[in-house]
């Protein structure tokens, strides 16, 4: 301790020290002269005679600095001078390690920063672990899609009922998300969430400003508040404290303001803008999420038996009935893993990924320094021969591999940080892959505004590739632990090294290519996948057709059936005038957008259970024409049907599953929801919910002909002659003319959003094409070096070989042989990991299986060309050999 | 530590050199050149003690606190170093004294010529 304290002092005291030593000398030499001189020699030879008898200065200065205690300091910072000056002269592999390193760490930083806020660490609510969601597997024999549904909803009156009898839950609340407009100065759709008033003091949360809701506030008629998110508060308020007890109009209601949220609170969402309580009853709905929270000494496994029996209760079944089979009906699960639940995969996926790219990038930085332990090995035998202590050596080359961790971990923290930032920027845009909540603002990916760079995992990133380095950076010196250093000096060959190098690179390098190759052969069929989704004929010609939404309030059947009629009107209008306008080819409005929303379902009373569901869609007269869906057989939509009796118009699909081998145009149809009617044309099949599912049974009508009120607004169609963007400005006019107070929402071309459902699966392509490119490049790297590295090695051998008649190529052949034998041996290895591995990928993958042949071909080929290119340039070096100045050099 | 020049100097135990020192400036400070000067008297110019070893040892008897040090003007005009033994100093020199004459003693029982 007091030695620390004393260099330190002596590192401040330095500058002062050092001029006292001079002076002290300087007296010395003077005095001695001076009293030489009295003494009666000469002054020449007086001063030559005490500067000779006061002895080397040099070594005089050093012996005292020594007592100083700043040798250990000085020493460090020599040992950086020395291993910077090291660096700088071998450009090369510096740059080439620092690379290496700083992607190493930079992606598995970013990676695991990012798996670490989203799946692992807590929601931001207090003992957020004891909430939960109420999971119902329902299986296949009573789902109405025939195939086995996982849901968390439930019925508002099961969920009243629940509440009612539950002893296990402290606390149950519903809630049901949606976006209105909020009128006012500039009318603006806003995200929000109606829900249970018992919601709030389940998170324990207090609102910054005002109260949360009454548990009275659940009854209709005394709904009419709000709380507002802080966002919300701030941006359309201005922040002003005076707010509560303001009115609000949403979708042409009034609300009061009663509280205003804290910034950091945010549920489920951050674009959560706005909370109204959700009154209860709702008659008309099927299925609502849940969150509840356990009481504090209740066991998770009591509150999930407790779940069981509710439901069992609930569908008329005694306790004592037999349990069926398979998964359980009911399940309790926490609120964080169910929100998590569709990304798990995939980021697990991403680890792995990530993971692999780390230990190409650790088994390359193990590869740098072995290869340049050969020159490295000549240097320190020089350095120890000429004095230096082992230790010192070894502290020498450990200084070097913690200045290239320390370069590395710098680009590695700057790739984390933009790795970071793009992947939250991308995740922002990517579509919810739950169609039914697309308009919803909202992330395919949950939580990305809590990823933030995680230090601790920047700090073990770093240690494991510093490890690394450090761990092949003192093998030079290891080596030649306990030899006469001489020995290695002056030969090229026959130091038989304790570790057989070469066996060793060759192990790494195979490793290397193995696992590039379980990259690659994941990104080529995440590629594929995307290929193939990209190339599915969609059924409608999407270019140049731009789509908009205008919303419209929630309606209820039947209480608002007028209104629903004044709506269609109010749409057939706003479709006149735009087909009117200049540049129009067609225009139309429907309630189901492709690829944006499937919502009604077709249960003809006449179709067979067992067939497969279908979908029902609302179309105006043109939507075929706009959308260029061509008619098979019969007719489309025409002005006349507008007021005769319904008829309706159904895909190739339903012709095919509900009309096997009989021409269903002319026959009647009738559902719930409209009335029987005659079908009058079969279209051709279009991709309505997404380009992954294939197509599905359809039924087109008129929207007059529609019995049921759906509410929320049509998605309009507008088929242009060129430029769709320049008729925004036009449509927005026509719009504000018809209704000041309706907005326009949701603008896109139908390219953009057919673009737009694929941008998960084009995400996972790009993301691991990443990855592989990466770790591609390291492993290439790795070969060169390791063939460059052999035939350093034999460069005397090739000499001989080449003076006694051996031709070039032979020699060439012979060095690509082993660099091809490595290559064959790690795509062996790749294949076998990429069997075990893809299998991983199941759930990512479109028309591509896991062991998808070509794919797997295909990349193994490729790599073998790659690789062999990489091999070949270092080989050629052996062409060059002269035989004559090789060996003179022995 | 210590150098030899010519045959006839003496190479210096380990240690006597800062006991040495220790004893040349019991009789009050010295600078640097005054104590090798001193040394190299009373040896009978058997001992010649260089900067490098003479310096070195000063601010290492100076870390351990046996020595304080003050610039001072000499009685011949000259600014110089002066070294003055501190309490421990004197304390550490009568230790060192009495091991010395052990150490002496030791040495003449071993070195003694063998009686027949």
Redesign the interface.
Known sequence: MTGIFRALKSLFYRRRLEQDLRDEMESHLRMDTLERIAAGEPPADAQRNARRDFGVALRYAENVRDGWGITGIDRLMQDVRYALRQLRRHAGFTIAAILTLGLGIGANTAVFSIVNTILLKPLPYNNSDRLVRIVENIPASESFSGTPLRTIGMSPSAFMEWRSKTKTLSAMAMERQLSMTVTGREPVRLSGLEVSPALFSMLDVTPMLGRTFEQTEENSGSDKVVILSHGVWANRFGADTNVLGRSITLDDKDYTIVGVMPREFSYPDAQTGFWTPLALPLPNVLGLPVIARLKDDVPTAAAAAEAVNIAREFRGESAADPQPQGPPRIELMSVKDELVQPVRQPLLVFVIAVTLVLLVACVNVANLFLARTTTRRREIALRMALGAARTRVLRQLVTESFILAFLGGLIGIGLAFAGSRVFVAVGQNLARADLKRFELAGNAIPRLNEVTIDASVLLLALAVTALTGLLFGIIPALQIHGRNPIQFMNSNVGFASKVPLQFIRSVMVIGQIGLTMVLLLAAGLLIKSFVNLANTEVGYDPANVLTFKIPQPQLEYPRDRARQFQQNAFAEEVTRRIGSLNGVEAAAFTNELPMVRTFFVWLGRDIPQSKKEGRLAVISRDYFRTMRVPVISGRGFTADDWHQRPVYVINKTAAREYFAGVDPIGKTTSGSGFPPGEIVGIVDDIRQSGLEAGPVPQLFMLPHHMDAVWGQGYYFTVRTTNDVSVMVPAIRSIVRDLDPKAIVDNIATMDQIVANSITTPRSYAVLLGTFSAAALMLALMGLYGLVAYLVRQRTQEFAVRVALGAQHHHILVLVLKQGIALNVAGVAVGIAGGVLLTRYLQNMLFGVSTLDLSTFVGVSVLFIVVATVAAYIPARHALHTDPLTTLRFE | MA?KQREDRIELLQGTLDMMILQTLQWGPQ???AISQIIRRKSEELI?I????L??AL??LE?QGWLSSE?KV?E?N????YYRLTHAGKKQLLAEQSKWKQLLRAIRLVMRPVDK
């Open positions: 150098l600078h640097g050149l010649k260089e900067a490098g070893s310096y070195p601010h290492r870390q610039w000499s011949k000259q600014r110089a170093k």
